[in-house]
């Protein structure tokens, strides 16, 4: 069967649960001993503490964890999981409390409960500290059951799946929340159907503009996608149908946000993108799968590097398959994955399909444990990551997945992230070899410790005893455990470096007065004046000032009895205050709309590239002299920039008052139709909106492509009028562009 899924707007479709009929029904079909009037008692528990609320759709609250419990049963997960879906916000949002839990439902599913009410305690609200802190719950809540996070996922997917009832400005800020966490952790544990339905769910609220283009640039050229599915699948069949392989043939097109990955990070356009087909052929062995790979090979060319054997080497979440690229039919380039029922299973559910629902009490296989333990040394190796926002960094390369595979000089086999180093390769197999790490033999020839590892080195570590790390290397290494134990080190060091220091600046400030700073630091007046600016040790206030945070003159002045009062100044001034000074000398009077780290009177710049507007979700970065830029988040420039003066940046306010409207430029697909642009010139008009510029051509294909210059007040107003334009018959594709 051709399994091209196309549907109308959206990519996925989905039935709602109604009843807990069809819960049990779905349980019943694999799962025959299953305790089915256990569901029932936990849906008239979850029903009747629930009644009297209602979603924002409008239906009762109850049909929330009814659908969650719908989809945990998707995933064939075990009933306690799926009873914690259906109780899962009665304790958070309701009068029931987890005894109540405990004593009709027992420990294991309290526990449960509990676990996913302290992950939905953590509001995220867009700070990055919040963020970090509340990935790193959420991490330790796994490590102690995943289940937790399996109804977090499924708990998420559905307000995803009705978004579209939440207030306009909640959507894009709740989608991208999901794209950064959820998403990841989704891909991590290897639940592949979860993840691909998130992703695009979050492209479509994330980025409404392109997803549509996207869906009608799809929809254009379905019946000839599935002609040509069809025709793979011909050709694939009478190929392997010649010799005695039982198989089945999967066609699909790739979800749309790889499909908007993939034209982004290749800068190409739909047209451009070969490659949005991917087939699956699922056969009964492992042997089976290399022989139809032998068949296939056959009669297509493969296209040269693109082949992965992920059945040799499987990936860190237990991703198994062969990976190939071929020229198809017409010479199209089309993605082949081959792979066993079994490793078909795991493609698609991951974690959730290791999961031996009928052996009670022991839930975890060989498998599951491994993964818990990747995620107890992830916990483990951020202990010491007093920042939130290092964390959140460094743990967001941990989730995506890992694409570089590379052999130990004793040929064992070690994943890493692209773009990963000798040093990751060092650190990742103990933190001695990583802080003498010179340099890399990789396959023979040496190599620089900045050498980006590529899929099947063998790599060798050259250390030297004179070597230490540096605060560079956190340009080179990319997992999280190398940066850590470099960030570790450096502090270390620097804390060591000011301790020295700092005692040579006291001492000489001291002698200064004719005075040796030994005898003073002892005795009473000494621990007072330990006391008075909270320091612990000597160490501790040496180390103060070497940091320039006590001055050596402050000393002088408490702990000398007869210290004659000098009025030689010298002042050290951060450079924050630097620049909140440049700023108030060239502040406007109108009140700023971006607060830079809480303080609303820095001096902002809008970055040319992205132009934001407020509710766009932004970052800022401090350029000398010229206060602070501010670029989209999603900005490609911002990327570019050093990362080390970055800064939290907030709209002080949703909405720009009227004079503070901004430019940005949209473009508009459409037929060339007359009076198209009178009808646009007039949504734009409804919406209060100006029109600075507008340029329009015509395509060879009859199409219209209108580039307009408008001044808005905020992202709200932007797509609101974005709206209205899709709205207007004959128009294709409304894109907002960034330069
Ligand atoms: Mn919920």
């Known amino acids: 069967m051709a399994q091209a899924h196309f549907t109308t707007d959206d ?40 009644e009297g609320q209602f979603r924002r759709s409008g239906e009762p609250y109850i049909s929330h964890p009814l659908s969650v419990s ?12 799926i009873v914690t879906g259906l109780l899962h916000d009665t304790v958070e949002d309701t009068t029931a409390t987890l005894d109540d839990i405990k004593r009709e439902f027992g420990e294991t599913i309290a526990t449960l409960v509990d676990g996913v009410t302290k992950i939905n305690q953590m509001k995220f609200r867009n700070s990055v500290e919040k963020q970090g802190e509340n990935i790193r719950k959420m991490i330790v809540a796994m490590g102690k059951d995943v289940r937790v996070v399996l109804v977090k996922l499924a708990d998420r997917l559905h307000n995803m799946r009705t978004l579209h009832h939440m207030p306009y400005d909640k959507q894009s800020r709740i989608a991208l929340e999901t794209l950064e966490i959820y998403c990841p952790l989704a891909g991590r544990m290897g639940i592949n159907t979860l993840k691909i339905e998130l992703e695009d769910l979050c492209f479509r609220y994330y980025r409404p503009d392109v997803y549509y283009i996207l869906v009608q640039q799809i929809k254009k050229s379905e019946a000839e996608t599935n002609r040509y599915i069809e025709e793979v699948r011909k050709q694939i069949g009478e190929a392997l149908g010649k010799t005695n ?31 949005v087909l991917a087939f699956r052929v699922i056969v009964s062995s492992i042997p089976e799968c290399y022989e139809a790979l032998g068949y296939i090979h056959s009669i297509w060319k493969p296209v040269p590097g693109r082949f992965k054997d992920f059945i040799a080497m499987p990936k860190a979440n237990n991703y198994q398959s062969l990976h190939t690229t071929v020229m198809g039919p017409g ?28 052996e009670k009490g022991n839930a975890s296989s060989n498998k599951t444990e491994a993964q818990a333990q990747w995620l107890r040394e992830l916990v483990q190796w951020h202990q010491n990551v007093r920042n939130p926002e290092e964390f959140l960094d460094t743990v967001k390369t941990d989730l995506f997945e890992s694409e570089i595979y590379v052999f130990t000089p004793n040929g064992d086999v070690r994943e890493f992230p692209e773009g990963a180093t000798p040093l990751d390769f060092a650190y990742s197999i103990h933190s001695d070899l990583g802080n003498s790490c010179m340099g890399a033999r990789v396959n023979g020839k040496m190599v620089p410790l900045k050498y980006r590892m590529q899929n099947g080195d063998t790599i060798e570590i050259v250390t030297s005893k004179t070597q230490s790390p540096s605060k560079d290397w956190l340009k080179f290494a990319v997992t999280s455990k190398a940066k850590s134990k470099i960030r570790q080190f450096v502090k270390e060091e620097q804390r060591k470096r000011s ?34 600016f909270g320091l612990h040790s000597m160490e501790e206030m040496f180390i103060r000032v070497g940091y320039g945070k006590l001055e050596p003159r402050n000393l002088v002045e408490k702990l000398l009895p007869n210290f004659n009062q000098q009025t030689e100044k010298t002042e050290t001034q951060s450079f924050m205050d630097k620049v909140v000074k440049a700023a108030q000398t060239k502040i406007r009077k109108s009140k700023s709309l971006v607060s830079v780290d809480g303080m609303d009177d820095v ?21 000398r002299g010229r206060g602070v830029t501010l670029h989209r988040s999603d900005c490609k420039k911002a990327f570019e920039l050093d990362q080390e003066r970055k800064v939290e940046v907030q709209w002080t306010s949703k909405k720009a008052e009227l004079g503070q409207e901004r430019n940005v430029k949209l473009k508009v697909l459409s037929q060339d139709i007359t009076g198209l642009l009178k009808m646009m010139s007039e949504a734009f008009a409804v919406h209060g909106i100006n029109i600075e510029s507008a340029q329009v051509r015509t395509t060879k294909d009859k199409k219209a492509i209108c580039v307009f210059q408008i001044s808005v007040r905020d992202a709200k107003q932007l797509s609101e009028a974005i709206l209205g334009l899709q709205k207007i018959r004959g128009i294709l594709g409304v894109e907002r562009v960034m330069s």
């Open 11 to 50: 990519f996925h479709s989905w039935k709602p649960l109604k009843t807990v009929d069809e819960l049990c029904e779905k349980i019943a079909k694999y799962d025959s001993q299953a305790d089915l009037n256990l569901i029932r008692r936990a849906y008239t528990f979850s029903e009747k503490h629930h």
């Open 70 to 81: 719908g989809i945990l049963a998707d995933l064939r997960l075990d009933i306690e999981t």
């Open 245 to 275: 392989l039982k198989h089945e043939v999967q066609g699909r097109s790739k979800h749309l946000w790889s499909i908007y990955k993939k034209m982004t990070s290749r800068d190409l356009d739909y047209e451009q993108v070969y490659d």
């Open 331 to 358: 010479g199209e380039r089309i993605e082949i994955q081959i792979r066993t029922q079994e490793m078909h299973l795991i493609a698609e559910r991951g974690i959730a399909a290791h999961w031996k629902y009928k």
């Open 499 to 532: 301790l020295i220091l700092g005692k040579e600046l006291v001492e000489k400030e001291f002698r200064k007065f004719g005075a040796a700073a030994a005898k003073h630091f002892q005795g009473d007046v000494f621990n007072q004046f330990l006391k008075d």
């Open 603 to 623: 001096l902002v710049h809008f970055a040319k590239c992205c132009s934001p507007i407020p509710g766009d979700s932004i970052v800022g970065f401090i350029s």
